[in-house]
């Protein structure tokens, strides 16, 4: 089955030309799956990265990744994912370190690995020296621990909610409910010996004492449970009306449902009303003229 990835061309003679130009820095060359995969030392990283984007033509830094692996010394490996757009060629390159050694930072040969370089210090608490901007960029203010640590709990260690009587986001120590409970794996329909909870509250079962959900049935007690409801009086039969009696309407409503439709009275045919009289149209009345307007007299003292 061809990889859903996108075709990478293969780069003939790359394993020479890394031993050839890094040298004692290079610690191993892995080809496998079709991916060239180097681990070099870490104090070397930063000499390492400008000798491949100058020499090999890797000119792009794509991502920057954590690995742990709680049992090794170094428990941490930092992935560097490199791209040569003109030879269309990947290289993954590889550094060992642990919690309190720090690794070369990269920002000088590529800017865009400040905030990559702090994705892996918050996830998994890698120092990196000369980053300009060492911080914690996923997770909050005050956070304790690096999540993507192994051994990191996965309630973590503190909990925020909104509490209403502060009227405010809090954090508070991670309090849980109930301690995990250790499940037997057993199918409760098979029946367990200890009382499951619930069914002490159950009462007249007739299980045992102890029991818990009753056993399922053997396949001779189904077949002889069918034989049972086999011999059973079959349901009555479901009433039906097919007659005009059997309505239940009465004597009267029977009588005029048996005889034929051309017996039955014909329904009266309402006269249709008569159409009423126009009504005569008012005479039109002429508006009487108003009064003219009498002049005002002018007051006194004013002008004239």
Known sequence: ????????????????????????????????????????????????????????????????????????VERFEVVYHLLSVTKNHRLRVRVCTDEATPVPSIVPVWPVAGWLEREVFDMYGVLFAGNPDLRRILTDYGFQGHPQRKDFPLTGYIELRYSEEDKRVVYEPVKLAQDFRSFDFLSPWEGADYVLPGDEKAGGTGEAAGKGAPSSMTAQQVKVADDKAEKKAPPPTPKTT???????????????????????????????????????????????????????????????
């Open 242 to 304: 097919e007659k005009p009696e059997q309505t239940g309407a009465g004597k009267a409503a029977n009588k005029a449902a048996a005889k034929p439709i051309a017996e039955k009275a014909p329904a009266k045919v309402k006269a249709p009303a008569k159409p009423k009289a126009a009504a005569k149209p008012k005479a039109a009345v002429a508006p009487k003229p108003k009064a003219p307007a009498k002049p005002r007299k002018p007051k006194a003292g004013g002008d004239a």
């Open 1 to 72: 089955m061809a990889s859903p990835a996108p075709l990478v061309a293969p780069r003939e003679g790359v394993g020479a030309a890394l031993v050839k130009l890094l040298g004692d820095d290079l610690v191993e060359h892995v080809f496998a799956v079709g991916e060239d995969s180097i681990t070099v030392r870490r104090e070397a990283i930063a000499g390492v990265m400008i000798s491949l984007r100058d020499n090999l033509d890797y000119q792009q830094l794509m991502e920057i990744a954590g690995v742990d692996y709680p049992d090794r």
